[in-house]
Nanobody
Framework: QVQLVESGGGLVQAGGSLRLSCVAS??????MGWFRQAPGKEREFVAG???????TNAYSLKDRFTISRDNAKNTVYLQMNSLKPEDTAVYFC?????????????????WGQGTQVTVSS
């Protein structure tokens, strides 16, 4: 399985921006996704992107979060703008087989360790 390493999390004030990165250990044509999990809540889908660049966003986040992918660098990004305190969570990168972007975590077979994003009010 491909290994994934996230980075870019941190503490930011409300209204600020962060860009998360996820580097894969090798070239993969898998669909890539970002999920997040806040304390006491279930893991939720944030955004996903196929090898060809087709994107799917969680509807509530589509105006603020953008996923992108650089296949030459084996890297997926999540640009997060206008951050809110409710965006505070651990953000996970995941990879799953197939050409379609799936929004359920069970569709993904490889996961990173997560990166903490904290948004202060």
């Amino acid at each position: 399985q491909v290994q994934l390493v996230e980075s870019g999390g941190g503490l930011v004030q409300a209204g600020g921006s962060l860009r998360l990165s996820c580097v894969a250990s090798r070239r993969t044509t898998y669909a890539m996704g970002w999920f997040r999990q806040a304390p006491g809540k279930e893991r939720e889908f944030v955004a996903g992107i196929s090898w060809s660049g087709y994107r799917t966003n969680a509807y509530s986040l589509k105006d603020r979060f953008t996923i992108s992918r650089d296949n030459a660098k084996n890297t997926v990004y999540l640009q997060m703008n206008s951050l809110k305190p409710e965006d505070t969570a651990v953000y996970f990168c995941a990879a799953g087989p197939g050409s379609d972007v799936r929004t359920v975590s069970d569709a993904y077979v490889s996961w990173g360790q997560g990166t903490q994003v904290t948004v202060s009010s």
